[in-house]
């Protein structure tokens, strides 16, 4: 197992390196100091952290502050543990929360997304959390499921299947009116033609054939 010495060491090298990439991203995309308006800033982040997440992985996360006193980044790769799992990412926002380098990797190809994952599961996660106890080894979500262990007082969080991989008989044990109630409302339609799919109790009742 690896000292705690040597993985500061290592985390500190990883630090290094994906500062000095993006000083340089900066330099480049901003010659002056003229003030950054807030579209670029957008356009900038979204473009960096993509870069970031292909050339150095996706459990770092990237704080960009914009000041008139120039740009600094704060930089932090996930915390890591090496199992009998294979490799845990740490949640950045839940510190008991450990993904899996499966349920990483997954979720770059489910989403299609080279950026930060940890942070988007994590923000999944955050909605998924209201839904703990009522299905054993699985929290449902807006965006979609979660598989998991409660191990040692630590949720490890082994894989993300996003909503459209869901079947129909899946969907209809997960999402029940009681898991939908605890949901934000953005998540029913208004509109029955634009529902991916109706309870029962919601369907319009037929006249009795006569």
């Known amino acids: 197992m690896k000292s705690e010495i040597q993985i500061t060491k290592e985390f500190n090298f990883k630090k290094g390196q994906i500062e000095s990439f993006l000083k340089g991203e900066v330099k480049r995309k901003f010659r002056g100091k003229s003030k950054i308006s807030i579209r670029k800033r957008r356009k900038f982040?979204?473009?960096?952290?993509?870069?970031?997440?292909?050339?150095?992985?996706?459990?770092?996360?990237?704080?960009?502050?914009?000041?008139?006193?120039?740009?600094?980044?704060?930089?932090?790769?996930?915390?890591?543990?090496?199992?009998?799992?294979?490799?845990?990412?740490?949640?950045?926002?839940?510190?008991?929360?450990?993904?899996?380098?499966?349920?990483?990797?997954?979720?770059?190809?489910?989403?299609?997304?080279?950026?930060?994952?940890?942070?988007?599961?994590?923000?999944?996660?955050?909605?998924?959390?209201?839904?703990?106890?009522?299905?054993?080894?699985?929290?449902?979500?807006?965006?979609?499921?979660?598989?998991?262990?409660?191990?040692?007082?630590?949720l490890i969080i082994k894989t993300f299947i996003n909503y459209e991989l869901l079947t129909d008989n899946q969907i209809r044990e997960f999402y029940t009116p009681d898991a939908l109630s605890l949901f934000k409302q953005g998540m029913m339609a208004e509109n029955v033609g634009d529902s991916d799919f109706i309870m029962a109790e919601e369907l319009p009742c037929l006249p009795e054939s006569s």
């Open 45 to 154: 982040i979204d473009e960096t952290t993509r870069k970031v997440g292909k050339k150095f992985g996706k459990d770092v996360l990237c704080l960009f502050d914009f000041s008139k006193n120039g740009f600094v980044s704060l930089v932090s790769p996930a915390h890591t543990r090496s199992t009998d799992k294979g490799k845990l990412f740490q949640s950045f926002a839940h510190p008991q929360v450990f993904y899996t380098s499966h349920c990483v990797d997954r979720f770059s190809q489910r989403m299609e997304t080279e950026e930060n994952c940890i942070a988007v599961l994590d923000s999944f996660l955050a909605q998924a959390m209201i839904t703990y106890g009522m299905h054993d080894g699985y929290l449902p979500g807006p965006e979609g499921v979660f598989a998991c262990n409660l191990e040692d007082e630590t």
